[in-house]
T-cell receptor
Framework: DTGVSQNPRHKITKRGQNVTFRCDPI?????LYWYRQTLGQGPEFLTY????????KSRLLSDRFSAERPKGSFSTLEIQRTEQGDSAMYLC????????????FGPGTRLTVT | SQQGEEDPQALSIQEGENATMNCSYK?????LQWYRQNSGRGLVHLIL?????REKHSGRLRVTLDTSKKSSSLLITASRAADTASYFC????????????FGQGTILTVHP
């Protein structure tokens, strides 16, 4: 399968715990995006990587959120001290570096904070 | 924040009928994209239309773009039960690194 993959697909955690999600983009794509989607809404942009550089972050990305993309390949999104409001679907997308093109989304990680 | 609104919020039709969804946005754009999402799954890209294009076709899909009205429409012809999903428009405003700003989506139900 050469699409975008995300792990885990589901995560249930207690409030206050830390969680980490992983995204593996399409191998030749150097641009990677994280989005968050709550029930009944469209996805909202969180952060953007070009190769290993994090070039843009949304104001939605509080200090408890951190994202990395070491070596410009896979990416991780960590949430520290989770809150119930963090419950959402976290989506990763990648695209090629050519002219503005479509983004390819992974299946998402559904986070439930109890 | 959401870029704009999609209309209708929900649409229920019979198999074989056409489905039309509309999207309005607020800022100037580089391109507008339509995505489909089956319940609880990731998004699947359907079609991209650039700001200098007015209409695009892909199979049973037809997308129009009116930049003067800041609006777009997605037409699905001869719908099938498998088209049941949520449909989102997303805009690339061209001022940042290609991030997409999504509408809240239209839930389409196609009855067999």
């Amino acid at each position: 399968d050469t699409g975008v993959s995300q792990n885990p697909r589901h995560k249930i955690t207690k409030r206050g715990q830390n969680v980490t999600f992983r995204c593996d983009p399409i191998s030749e794509h150097n641009r990677l995006y994280w989005y968050r989607q709550t029930l009944g809404q469209g996805p909202e942009f969180l952060t953007y990587f070009q190769n290993e550089a994090q070039l843009e972050k949304s104001r939605l990305l509080s200090d408890r959120f951190s994202a990395e993309r070491p070596k410009g390949s896979f990416s991780t999104l960590e949430i520290q001290r989770t809150e119930q409001g963090d419950s959402a679907m976290y989506l990763c997308a990648s695209r090629s570096g050519t002219e503005r093109s479509e983004q390819y989304f992974g299946p998402g990680t559904r986070l439930t904070v109890t | 924040s959401q870029q704009g609104e999609e209309d209708p919020q929900a649409l229920s039709i019979q198999e074989g009928e056409n489905a039309t969804m509309n999207c309005s946005y607020k800022t100037s754009i580089n391109n507008l994209q339509w995505y489909r999402q089956n319940s609880g799954r990731g998004l699947v890209h359907l079609i991209l239309i650039r700001s200098n294009e007015r209409e695009k076709h892909s199979g049973r899909l037809r997308v129009t773009l009116d930049t003067s009205k800041k609006s777009s429409s997605l037409l699905i012809t001869a719908s099938r039960a498998a088209d049941t999903a949520s449909y989102f428009c997303a805009t690339d405003e061209g001022t940042s690194y290609g991030k997409l700003t999504f509408g809240q989506g239209t839930i389409l139900t196609v009855h067999p």
